[in-house]
């Protein structure tokens, strides 16, 4: 129930304003696919086969070495298609059937799996893009939710002796290429891989928001025009900190158009909730597996999910 001293965590009372809420928007993080099984490469020291997975995302590391770059999320792209979508992406799947044009869901997750569980894309904002959409590294083409396992032949990894994979940035190999231009440490001819199908000179490569690049324009407008369009009743917070831009900005931008925060995450209050963390006694948290509560929490408006295969 409500308390004075902080959030509710009173499933009925949450359902209470569940049922009175007219637009809701959600904002989704790493949490929200965990119980799908998914790894991730956040921190200084992530790490994927020898390489520090955030030098690979960056528009430099692709001009410098795109078959690498490649690679990796050729990894990632098989890794994501493993894995299923879980209760937490069919239960907003569901709300956003529901609510239409009423609900938003915001995430900052390149996996594909609300892609997956069917989530209107036309209420899904990707803040970060996706693995699963193709873009041209020259153009502006892009093709979206391509599923292909590997998405060109020459980027199946076939096992961890694949010798492709050996250098990494900090080898005398790797050093001795900035020092010298005619010293070729790309791991793949950039001739052989795939090629705009479009402007015909351009690299394809995953349509995914890398270091030092800007977030889509069109996503960030279309979510601010959703946000001013009306009140905001409720915004969920889903297994994520929301300490980044643009997230970090969208809880107190929904809470200034009235929303209630609904915080689900692993950490309680004594964890760490980022941009989340100054809950009122209006507020909800709920601790624990997002796959497990939005199901439960969301009930009174989506029903109860049918076991589902993606």
């Given at each position: 129930?409500a308390?004075?001293?902080?959030?509710?965590?009173?499933?009925?009372?949450?359902?209470e304003?569940?049922?009175?809420?007219?637009?809701?928007?959600?904002?989704?993080?790493?949490?929200?696919?965990?119980?799908?099984?998914?790894g991730?490469?956040?921190?200084?020291?992530?790490?994927?086969?020898?390489?520090?997975?955030?030098?690979?995302?960056?528009?430099?590391?692709f001009?410098?070495d795109?078959?690498?770059?490649?690679?990796?999320?050729?990894?990632?792209r098989?890794?994501?298609?493993?894995?299923?979508?879980?209760p937490?992406?069919?239960?907003?799947?569901?709300?956003?059937?529901?609510?239409?044009?009423?609900f938003?869901?915001?995430?900052?997750?390149v996996?594909?799996?609300?892609?997956?569980?069917?989530?209107?894309?036309?209420?899904l904002?990707?803040?970060?893009?996706?693995?699963?959409?193709?873009?041209?590294?020259?153009?502006?083409?892009?093709?979206?939710?391509?599923?292909?396992?590997?998405?060109?032949?020459?980027?199946?990894?076939?096992?961890?002796?694949?010798?492709?994979?050996?250098?990494?940035?900090?080898?005398a190999?790797?050093?001795?290429?900035?020092?010298?231009?005619?010293?070729?440490?790309?791991?793949?001819?950039?001739?052989?891989?795939?090629?705009?199908?479009?402007c015909?000179?351009?690299?394809?490569?995953?349509?995914?928001?890398?270091?030092?690049?800007?977030?889509?324009?069109?996503?960030?407008?279309?979510?601010g025009?959703?946000?001013?369009?009306?009140?905001?009743?409720?915004?969920?917070?889903?297994?994520?900190?929301?300490t980044?831009?643009?997230?970090?900005g969208?809880?107190?931008e929904?809470?200034?158009?009235?929303?209630?925060?609904?915080?689900?995450?692993?950490?309680?209050?004594?964890?760490?909730?980022?941009?989340?963390?100054?809950?009122?006694?209006?507020?909800f948290?709920?601790q624990?597996?997002?796959?497990?509560?939005?199901?439960?929490i969301?009930?009174?408006?989506?029903?109860?999910?049918?076991?589902?295969?993606?």
């Amino acid at each position: 129930m409500a308390s004075i001293y902080g959030p509710s965590t009173d499933v009925a009372e949450f359902h209470e304003v569940l049922k009175s809420s007219k637009r809701i928007m959600a904002l989704c993080g790493a949490g929200l696919s965990a119980a799908s099984g998914l790894g991730t490469f956040r921190g200084a020291g992530g790490m994927w086969r020898n390489h520090k997975a955030t030098s690979l995302a960056t528009p430099e590391a692709f001009e410098r070495d795109p078959g690498l770059v490649w690679l990796f999320y050729s990894y990632r792209r098989h890794k994501a298609l493993q894995a299923k979508p879980n209760p937490g992406h069919y239960a907003l799947t569901e709300l956003s059937k529901k609510m239409l044009e009423d609900f938003i869901t915001l995430t900052q997750n390149v996996d594909g799996l609300s892609q997956r569980a069917n989530h209107p894309r036309e209420q899904l904002k990707l803040l970060h893009g996706s693995l699963f959409d193709i873009k041209c590294f020259a153009c502006d083409r892009i093709e979206q939710n391509n599923y292909d396992d590997p998405f060109h032949p020459l980027l199946a990894i076939d096992s961890t002796e694949d010798d492709r994979l050996a250098a990494a940035e900090n080898t005398a190999q790797a050093r001795a290429a900035y020092e010298d231009p005619n010293v070729d440490t790309r791991t793949i001819n950039p001739d052989d891989l795939p090629h705009c199908p479009k402007c015909k000179k351009g690299l394809l490569r995953p349509g995914v928001v890398w270091f030092g690049e800007a977030l889509p324009e069109d996503t960030i407008a279309e979510v601010g025009a959703w946000i001013e369009k009306d009140k905001i009743d409720l915004i969920l917070v889903i297994g994520t900190t929301a300490t980044v831009w643009p997230a970090a900005g969208y809880v107190e931008e929904a809470r200034n158009k009235g929303a209630k925060v609904a915080v689900i995450n692993m950490d309680g209050l004594e964890g760490e909730l980022g941009a989340a963390s100054d809950l009122t006694d209006d507020d909800f948290l709920f601790q624990g597996d997002a796959a497990k509560i939005l199901p439960e929490i969301l009930k009174p408006i989506i029903g109860g999910l049918e076991k589902r295969e993606s």
